[in-house]
């Protein structure tokens, strides 16, 4: 529990500022993953900021 050997790499999303993890999904192209969800990608290409 001390440490974890597998550290994931970390963005932050420029939508919800959130700091999010790599995800499986993603290993073929986390260098063009910016927002942590489909949710933010979208609210960032709208640019309304309504929940
Ligand atoms: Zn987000």
Same mark, same amino acid.
């Given at each position: 529990?001390?440490?974890? *050997?597998?550290?994931?790499?970390? !963005?932050? #999303?420029?939508?919800?500022? $959130? ?8 290993? *073929?192209?986390?260098?063009?993953? !910016?927002? #942590?969800?489909?949710?933010? $990608? ?10």
């Amino acid at each position: 529990m001390a440490h974890q *050997k597998t550290t994931l790499p970390h !963005k932050t #999303c420029p939508v919800c500022q $959130r700091p999010f993890a790599w995800r499986k999904k993603w290993e *073929k192209c986390w260098d063009e993953v !910016k927002y #942590c969800s489909e949710r933010c $990608r979208r609210s960032r290409d709208k640019g309304a900021t309504h929940a």
